[in-house]
């Protein structure tokens, strides 16, 4: 490869903290799926199943590039369903001096649809170990602010065999694991960045009413918080996965509230 595309594609990369449902001692515990819900008495009951815990503290150090607290939990919840306007999921953070008390984990309300509470009861459960890779984008174009023609990405006509060419040696070099924080998002199948549909996603549940704004319309406002390749763990959701985005201003601000999430799912 030419000297100014290899700089290119460094330029490109991110570090990010792959989470994996293991037993062994292959990385730190960093989190677990499941487990019991703890929450401080003034925050609401979530509206969506509870998916996994993050130990802020636990993360090693430069595993991403995402400015995150230093200490308390994240909690992350998701339905695995998609629907149009609307958030799937939400994330909570609790921090590490805070008084928490046990929750109802189905205070969600799954016992009203018996098919959500199937899949919610296939969500996977135990420790959770990280391990600090390297992600590139995995999607193949981009439409820029402002143009209705989608380009490649990075701006390289040959993005697609490069492309390629990633997917084929990603799992020698940084196997994907059930969770990963930060990074680029990735799913079964996709071309578009997920991060930019869901930004889209959100604008359009903001016009709905099903959703508060400001929503920025410049994908380069929003990042990927966290990916969950939940077709790998839950029954009858082969090849799910969940997105958890952000917009840049509300994570400096720690207004995880503001996460808007979507699922990708091809039944």
Known sequence: MPA???????????????????????GPVVGRFGGELLLPADTRDPGHPFVASVDLAALPAAATDLPLPPDGQLLFF???????????????HV?????????????????????DDRVFA???????????DVSLPHHQFVVPLGEEEAVYLPGHPRCSELVEIWEDTKDLIAPSAQMQIGGYADE???????????????AQAVDAG?????????????????????????????????????????????????VFTTVYWNP
């Open 78 to 92: 998701a339905l695995l369903e998609t629907r149009e306007n609307t958030s799937m999921g939400t994330v909570i």
């Open 210 to 258: 099903h959703w508060d704004g400001p929503v920025s319309a410049d994908v380069a406002d929003w990042v990927l918080l966290a990916d969950w390749y939940a077709g790998r763990d839950v029954e009858k959701r082969e090849g799910a996965t969940v997105h958890w985005v952000i917009q840049r201003e509300d994570r400096a601000a720690r207004r995880f509230e503001r």
């Open 188 to 202: 079964e199948i996709v071309e578009f960045d997920p991060v930019d549909i869901a930004a889209s996603l959100a």
């Open 4 to 26: 100014d595309d290899v700089e290119r594609w460094l330029a490109t990369a991110r570090p990010c903290a792959t989470l994996a449902l293991s037993d062994d001692d292959t």
């Open 95 to 115: 921090p590490a001096d805070a008084a928490v008390t046990p929750r109802d984990r189905c205070a969600w309300g799954p016992a009203n649809i018996a098919e």
């Open 122 to 132: 296939s969500y996977p459960e135990g420790p959770l170990r990280a391990r600090t």
